[in-house]
């Protein structure tokens, strides 16, 4: 079951900023997907996500003016090399990868069906940063698997087995492990 959220309300599903997918949307109408884990919350309701100026992600967000951050679980780990490989425009990396999508919620951009919880981003502006421009957007909505929702509003990351990326460009993700109350 798909639970939805509105505006900033999804924003927790990125609190431990697990790696991400990101989808854009082709002028042709095709779904991009590329991997990303250098993205941070900047408030609230905006996150800014450092992206390749050659990416096909950056100049859809640029021609589209919306993105929709995906969270997978770890049993997504091996589609990622699909999704990150160079795929020319004209093809889609969700196909490639045997993903499905789902419908956006109130945007364009669909999302990825077999991830854990997807947010909806809304492009506000660019900082360029050498080879990489940091792409700030709002959060407008998205929605989360049901089962992995905790009690604040956030990702279980235990149940949802989300992963990080710890030595890029290796294909190489931790799982949370151990809890440190501070
Ligand atoms: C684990 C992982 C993390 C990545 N993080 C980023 C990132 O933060 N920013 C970025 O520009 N590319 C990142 N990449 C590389 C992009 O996924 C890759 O360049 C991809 O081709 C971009 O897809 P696109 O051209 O379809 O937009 C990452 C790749 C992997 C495997």
Not at 95 to 114: C, D, H, M, R, V
Not at 156 to 172: G, H, N, T
């Amino acid at each position: 079951m798909y639970r939805e959220a509105n505006g900033r309300e999804a924003m927790g599903y990125f609190a431990t900023k697990p790696t991400a997918i990101i989808t854009t949307l082709h002028d042709s109408g095709i779904v991009n997907a590329g991997v990303f884990g250098a993205y941070t919350n900047l408030s609230p309701s905006q996150i800014g996500v450092a992206t390749s100026v050659k990416s096909d992600t950056y100049n859809n967000i640029l021609s589209r003016g919306e993105y929709v951050i995906n969270i997978p679980g770890a049993e997504l780990a091996g589609k990622l090399r699909i999704l990150a490989s160079r795929i020319p425009p004209s093809k889609s990396e969700v196909e490639e990868a045997g993903l499905s999508l789902k419908e956006g919620l109130g945007l364009s951009t669909p999302s990825i069906a077999e991830c854990v919880a997807a947010g909806e981003f809304r492009f506000e502006r660019e900082v360029e940063v050498g080879q990489h421009s940091f792409m700030i957007g709002r959060c407008e909505g998205g929605w989360i698997k049901e089962r992995y929702l905790d009690k604040d509003g956030k990702i279980d990351i235990f149940k949802a087995k989300v992963i990080k990326d710890f030595k890029y460009p290796a294909p190489l993700y931790v799982l949370p492990g151990e809890v440190v109350e501070g």
